[in-house]
Every structure is written in C-alpha cells, then in structure tokens.
C-alpha cells in the first residue's frame, strides 16, 4: 500500500468522528507488517477524560483482533468540514504506539493538497518509556 493509499483510509475514517466538543475531527489508519488496515476516528465524551483519539481507536481495535506488528499510520484531522492540517499523534497515542511498535516506525501526516508529512516515532517520542528498559536500569543501578 502507498503512503497515498494509507492517508486516503485515514481521511474515510474521519469521516466517522464523533467530536461534539472540540469540533476537530480525525481520522488514522493502521498498516500492520500483513498489509492488513485498520482505521479509527476520535469519540469524545462529554466528561473528556474518557475521550479516545483515532489512533488509539485504530491500536486499539488491530491489537484486539490478535495484531502485534505494525508498518505504519496515517492520520488527518483538522476542524470539521473538508480543511486538514498536519496533526501528530498526541503524546498518550505516542506512547501507546511505542507499546507495539518499532522506533523507527512511520506516522504519516496528510493534508488535504496531497502533501504528506512522514516522521518516525523516535522523532515524535526521542524518549520513549518502556517497562523492560526501565527494569534494567533499575536492575542496574546502586
């Protein structure tokens, strides 16, 4: 699939937000290491906290069906209606990536022209928190 191909999934998926509140609207899809693609859109709620952005809806629903390996996600977003502007994983959906993902796995950033923006997760996250590596600091320290 071309980085093309990925943001127009994610641009279908935004069209499924839910975002009565910010009115900013997104869209992610998935590519695991099979070729296979899953998308998400955010769901707000009305209390926030329980509110689940596109690309953790996207995680989400791939590692529920049994995916661990990933390639790949585009997202979109922007205010409702047709204008995107770049907009990167905030950083829980950063780190919820890293949980499955390598660090120099690709997070492509479109726009409504055509562009797309393509960043590694090291780029987006350069200190990237995993439980191992912090047990054998741990483990290694006085």
Partial sequence: MTDQELVERAKLARKMAYSPYSHFAVGAALLTRGGKVYTGCNIENSTFTPTNCAERTALFKAVSEGEREFEAVAVVGGPEGDTLTY??????????????????????????????????????????FLLEEARKTEQGSC
């Fill in 87 to 128: 907009t990167p994983p905030c950083g829980v959906c950063r780190q919820a990536l890293a949980e499955f993902c390598p660090p120099d796995f690709r997070i492509l950033l479109g726009q409504n022209d055509g562009s797309i923006r393509v960043f590694r997760l090291i780029d987006l996250l350069p200190e990237i």
